[in-house]
């Protein structure tokens, strides 16, 4: 247990277990690492290596969904409390984003504002970004957002996607060719805002080389406990779910949630999400 | 299907249903609403009535637990889709609110900022307020925080806790006599700060009077889905989960993390989420 300026909180259960760790693990560690770094030199571009992301972007546009942020972030904010990881609040202007959708009047008064911390002209270097779903994927001017994601995306090591935050960027063309997945309840949509992707309906989440797409909002979570799982080790991940009580769906093809909706693809007639096939622009 | 300024979303498939209540249900809904209000005359603190609450308040405090509050109010988030609700973010100053902790110095750069709208002394009434934990629970300074909770608490409807939120409060007496829950990681810390509450260990939530507590982070969104049931009916919280493409924990008392950091009440040596039974200020 960490016990550090008056606050308890969940120490690394696995500080100790380095510390006890031979000098011949040591050893063979570094000499490993000394490989992979020199292995890398060559290659700019994406490979199977699994780079380590420490610096974390996340995309907000107005109308964006509060848990497909807050879900995966809060499992990063929990590992940033034993990993040095940096996190930018990325917005097309500095002032605070709002969940809320103007187009809608039904609730003026409820939504949360949260302060960028950098605009698309101003964000550093990122290895990792995740773009949240919501309805305001579907409200107009997000050119300038996808611009930013395609413009930054060959520069990333991991892009993740929550809910219809795949139909969002799907118009940049990232996802054409490649297995990616989104909302189940207006699939639909979301499959008709990339017609050149292979949509993916049965999904809790999708993995195409370092694109990761999740289903709708709770998914997120799912996928990047997955994700840490994939980079730290499966036993840091379930260390940081028991912490943030939280019971994970580690089947990358559990979805109930594709059969309620009727959720198919190619899609069959009448389905798509309880929406009848119906679509709407981005 | 609700289709509204170009934007598709999930529309209340309710709607139809009382759409097509006769004339009686409605004459009979009119005359039971008409007794209930007039009964509700005669008394100013909570009953059994169960009153519906349309205004929310949620309070933040530097270094609160961004899952403890998004989770719950994204289900109001969507619920507000269709329902008038007004959500006040509240805070002792209208500057924007960190989940960062000064006092933990590993993660400089990951943290996020919610903007509030009002603060303790501007906020209009509300019928419910949800209060999130977070290790700035532990943090000096709280005192006007808890003089907060403790003076709006007999006008509130509803009082519910995520996590820590319940250590808080603890202080304060709200829940001294009362049945209530926490986080069990640290839960010798939780409990410690109130001796006369009646800790329940194994809980995912705990309903006491107009006082619902959740158990850590992950909790609060069964917590929350288990009071829109409560509140609006099952098929509303139902329809929200899938919505969300969350799969809710329906039973109150279903709570492996218990067991798993070791938290039973009272605390058995040794016992205690993990910390050995040790506790820490608030």
């Known amino acids: 247990m960490l016990y550090s300026g008056g606050l308890y909180f969940g120490g690394n259960r696995y500080k100790s277990r380095y510390a006890d760790a031979s000098f011949a693990t040591w050893f063979l560690r570094t000499i490993v690492f000394t490989i992979m770094a020199a292995a890398s030199v060559n290659t700019a571009t994406y490979t199977d290596e699994k780079p380590i992301p420490t610096t974390f972007g996340v995309l907000l546009f107005p109308g964006f969904q509060a848990l497909d942020v807050f879900g995966p972030i809060d499992v990063l904010n929990t590992l940033a409390l034993s990993k040095k990881l940096n996190l930018y609040i990325i917005a097309e202007t500095l002032d605070p984003v709002t969940t809320k959708i103007a187009a809608i009047n039904t609730s003026p008064e409820f939504s949360e504002s949260i302060v960028p911390t950098h605009t698309f002209d101003t964000v550093p270097p990122l290895d990792f970004l995740l773009v949240p779903g919501g309805l305001g994927t579907q409200a107009p001017g997000l050119d300038p957002t996808r611009d930013f994601v395609k413009n930054i995306y060959p520069s990333l090591k991991y892009l993740m996607t929550v809910c219809t935050g795949s139909a969002l960027i799907a118009p940049t063309g990232l996802l054409d060719g490649r297995r990616a997945t989104g909302n189940k309840k207006i699939w639909a949509w979301v499959t008709s805002q990339g017609p050149n992707v292979n949509w993916v309906a049965q ?80």
């Open 203 to 282: 999904a809790r989440w999708v993995v195409d080389g370092n694109i990761w797409t999740s289903s709708g909002i709770a998914a997120g979570m799912d996928a990047m406990y997955a994700f840490v799982g994939y980079i730290w080790g499966e036993e840091q991940s379930k260390d940081l779910a028991m912490t943030l009580e939280y019971e994970r769906h580690t089947d990358a093809d559990w979805d109930p949630f594709a059969e309620y909706w009727g959720a198919t693809w190619p899609l069959t007639p009448g389905a798509g999400g309880g929406n009848g096939g119906a679509g709407a622009g981005g």
